[in-house]
């Protein structure tokens, strides 16, 4: 039980970061996904089940606190853990963290979160799922892979030493 503490204290000040301080980091509307990093983390850390599991909450979370479309995100975050948990590997988890190899993941789990994500969001809307994509999504993929770089030379000191 220590742990899903953990994770959820983690997870609440998170959310609040990517909420209310992500905006002075932004670069012209665009802002990394930190809960993305988030849940790469926790999925590749302790697996596929626990991965999609707290995408939804991670999501929900979000998603209640936002005020915006409520389960988008539950449900994009969640297809994102269930994704990342396919990079689970009990002996590797460690190193795996502590590598190139976690800013690849979140790389790929990002951009599959966002598609997901805009295909939904941009239903009925005047953006195009083509510009959302492309010029939004993109964008906002190699920025969070970027800030992913931080925890991943954090790992690397930690496990690796």
């Known amino acids: 039980m220590g742990k899903h503490?953990?994770?959820?204290?983690?997870?609440?000040i998170l959310m609040n970061v990517q909420t209310y301080i992500s905006q002075l980091i932004s670069l012209r509307d665009i802002s990394p996904d930190l809960?993305?990093?988030?849940?790469v983390y926790i999925a590749i850390k302790e697996g596929q089940m626990t991965g999609t599991i707290w995408g939804f909450v991670i999501g929900l979370m979000f998603d209640l606190s936002s005020g915006s479309f409520t389960g988008?995100?539950?449900?994009?975050?969640?297809?994102?853990g269930f994704t990342a948990g396919?990079?689970?590997d009990e002996n590797r988890a460690p190193l795996t963290l502590g590598s190139y190899r976690y800013v690849l993941i979140v790389l790929f789990?990002?951009?599959i979160h966002n598609t997901v994500y805009f295909i939904i969001l941009t239903r009925g809307s005047d953006i195009g799922l083509l510009k959302a994509t492309f010029q939004i999504g993109l964008a906002t993929?190699?920025?969070t892979s970027a800030v992913a770089l931080l925890p991943m030379f954090v790992f690397g000191r930690k496990y690796i030493s």
């Open 72 to 80: 988008l995100s539950a449900m994009s975050k969640t297809i994102a």
């Open 109 to 111: 789990v990002s951009l």
């Open 5 to 12: 503490f953990k994770y959820f204290f983690f997870s609440f």
């Open 35 to 39: 809960l993305l990093i988030w849940l």
């Open 86 to 88: 396919y990079f689970f």
């Open 141 to 143: 993929n190699f920025y």
